[in-house]
């Protein structure tokens, strides 16, 4: 998901801050995949690199600009691996109750 229906996460006072700070920072505004900027039409989405789930910072370092299209492709990526580790989880050997022995 691309977090395009203002979730309170990404309308946060402090990812507002951070995505403006990134647009200072980051010292370009495209995507990260194709390079297409806002005057090409775009709709840039602030992205974690690698993502919080997965051990990721908000720093500047770990955050990429990407276009609406390439940011919900990574997200679905990203989505798919959190529910492979999930399935793994459920699928863990259960020692059997030990007064069951």
Known sequence: MAWSNGSSRTSSKHWQALRAS???????????VCGITPAGGARLE?????????????????????CARHHA???????????????????????PHPGLR
């Open 22 to 32: 990134a647009k200072k920072q980051l010292g370009y505004y495209c995507c990260a």
């Open 73 to 95: 492709i990574k997200t679905r990526a990203e989505s798919r691996r959190g529910a492979q580790r999930r399935a793994a989880r459920r699928r863990l050997p259960q020692r």
């Open 46 to 66: 602030l992205d974690h690199i690698i993502p919080v789930a997965e051990g990721g910072s908000d720093e500047m370092a770990n955050l990429q600009w990407l």
